[in-house]
């Protein structure tokens, strides 16, 4: 029910745009998250139905998170990108408005690699 897609390698600072289109159901709250290896999954930024945000500190000012409600659709323009935000990046959905949100739909992850 969330398509990801957008994914790649890149240099260090250069940018990309993930995008990740919901089907079947709306949500309320829509997220990206990270996972890199070894690591634990982490959030990148969420988004509101309302369009309010959160960043996680390592992305603030680099990172935008943004919706498109008649797509159903959610988005995240990376950049200034570093070797650190090298990870698979997933999104996810809370079809209910939930605090804080339960990502209960999840897409299938997609693989930014950032070359120094």
């Known amino acids: 029910q969330l398509q990801a897609s957008g994914g790649g390698l890149v240099q260090a600072g250069g940018s990309l745009t993930l995008s990740c289109a919901a089907s079947?159901?709306?949500?309320?709250?829509l997220a990206w998250f990270r996972q890199a290896p070894g690591k634990q999954r982490e959030l990148v930024a969420d988004?509101?139905?309302?369009?309010?945000?959160n960043y996680a500190d390592s992305v603030k000012y680099r990172f935008t998170i943004s919706r498109d409600g008649a797509k159903n659709s959610v988005y995240l323009q990376m950049n200034n990108l570093k070797p650190e935000d090298t990870a698979v990046y997933y999104c996810?959905?809370?079809?209910?408005?939930?605090?804080?949100?339960?990502?209960?739909?999840w897409g299938q992850g997609t693989q930014i690699t950032v070359s120094s």
């Open positions: 988004i509101t139905r309302g369009s309010s945000t």
């Open positions: 079947g159901r709306t949500f309320s709250t």
């Open positions: 996810a959905g809370d079809p209910l408005s939930r605090r804080p949100p339960s990502y209960v739909y």
